[in-house]
């Protein structure tokens, strides 16, 4: 079944530690994106990448980068974790395929940086 | 860039009432307009969205108008029931490409 997938669901790390937040994509979609949530439900883009090789940042400013090798890969890395970086992140995938739009999200990542 | 605003913020109902959550935008070449409902601790999920060539899209219990020459799309619920419960997003966008997100309503359905 097509879907989008994000590893690991919760993570509890300390400050200063590296981490790589996991999303794939089994629907072959050029278009993936990367959203923070803030607790108080708000979802902000902050990196985009719109095929393999090709990454943007979003409209709210991050610390973290992205890297887009595989069309069904789109990691997240923060290289030094700090509280301020506690927050839900969200990984979704589009494209636009015989008239229909598809966009979808996987179920996220709840990071907490202690 | 654009700018989505989503009202109101809450919204509380009886079960079998009906529910309607606006939102206006700002940048006339967005032409998609999803709706996603998020659950505690899921991912948004698309409950109906609309494009610019169409002005209404009913899917059940769920209706989505669209007035392009005030830039407002609204989302309907009618005969709420309480697993209706949740975070509604409306988004904005060109061609289903970067999301503009409201601010969220959480409707809470009573019985």
């Known amino acids: 079944e097509a879907d989008i997938y994000q590893t690991p669901r919760y993570l509890v790390i300390g400050t200063g530690k590296k981490i790589t937040l996991e999303c794939s994509q089994t629907?072959?979609?050029?278009?993936m994106y990367w959203y923070q949530q803030d607790p108080g439900m708000e979802l902000h883009l902050i990196h985009y990448?719109?095929?393999?090789?090709?990454?943007e940042k979003g409209d709210l400013s991050s610390e973290s980068t992205v890297s887009r090798i595989r069309t069904e890969h789109f990691p997240l890395t923060l290289e030094s974790a700090r509280p301020s970086h506690t927050s839900q992140y969200l990984c979704?995938?589009?494209?636009?395929?015989?008239?229909?739009?598809?966009?979808?999200f996987g179920s996220g990542t709840r990071l907490t940086v202690v | 860039g654009e700018n989505v605003e989503q009202h109101p913020s809450t919204l509380s109902v009886q079960e079998g009432d009906s529910a309607v959550i606006k939102c206006t935008y700002s940048?006339?070449?967005?032409?998609?307009f999803p709706w996603y409902k998020q659950e505690l601790g899921k991912g948004p999920q698309l409950i109906i969205d609309i494009r610019s060539n169409v002005g209404e899209k009913k899917d059940q219990r769920i209706a989505v108008t669209l007035n392009k020459t005030a830039k407002h799309f609204s989302l309907h619920i009618t005969e709420t029931q309480p697993e209706d419960s949740a975070v509604y997003f409306c988004a904005a966008s060109i061609a289903a490409s970067k999301l503009t997100f409201g601010t969220g309503t959480r409707l809470q359905v009573t019985l």
């Open positions: 940048d006339s070449a967005s032409n998609y």
């Open positions: 629907m072959g979609h050029d278009k």
């Open positions: 979704a995938s589009s494209e636009y395929r015989q008239g229909r739009y598809g966009y979808t």
């Open positions: 990448s719109y095929g393999v090789n090709s990454t």
